[in-house]
């Protein structure tokens, strides 16, 4: 019954020990009764050192060639990576420029002009921009005009034919009867003949208006 004290499981007891921080397993020797003291650290590891942009690099070039280039990078890790900006054409390090590439920038360029460009053209567009400059000042000094009286006058009455016609045959002493849809120019050709057969007679009372109304004789027609 002894033997029945201990664990029949095979689950040990183990008690940690902080103060000596000293690991003692079962594998290295520790008797199965004996309280196993585990590693306990008292701080966390300690992160991997970060690595610059060059280094990194460098780490990366020997991690790709494998482990022959450690001579290789023993001697020349004292010179700087400038052969790597070579393929690169837009350095984003500015410590990987060499010293030509930072001084001052080359000749400006000319400006190209196309091959059929001579003196003359250059002349010709010379002469043509002033004129059209000097057009747009001559315009603008230009005397504002008002609209006068010889403005507003309508523009004048070119006959049909067969306005025409008929006017003729008024001049000649036919009577006439003309008739027309709205708008065809019956009274236009009124008013004209009154003008000419006013002109042709120039007594005042040679040429006489009737109509339905005296109003529209004297304020539509011979008025006007
Ligand atoms: N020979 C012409 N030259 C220029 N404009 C004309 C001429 N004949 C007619 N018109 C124009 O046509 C329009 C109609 O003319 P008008 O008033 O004489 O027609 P109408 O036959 O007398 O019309 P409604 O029967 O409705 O009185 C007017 O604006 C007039 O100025």
Known sequence: MSQNSKSQSGLRTFQRDFSQNVARTASQGASPDEPITIDWSPSPPHPPPKLTGPQLRRKAIEDALGGNTSAVTASKASQPLVESRT????????????????????????????????????????????????????IRDLPRTSPTAANKRPAGVFLSQEQSQILRLVEEGTSVFYTGS????????LREIIKTMKKKHKASDAVAITASTGNISFKHLSMR
Do not use: I, Y
């Open 87 to 138: 393929f690169n054409k837009r350095p984003s390090d500015s410590s990987l420029l060499l010293d030509d590439e930072c001084s001052a920038p080359g000749p400006k360029k000319k400006r190209q002009l196309p091959p059929s460009w001579t003196e003359e053209t250059h002349e010709r567009a010379t002469t043509s921009r002033s004129s059209s400059s000097t057009m747009k000042s001559q």
């Open 182 to 189: 709205a708008g065809t120019g019956k009274s236009v050709l």
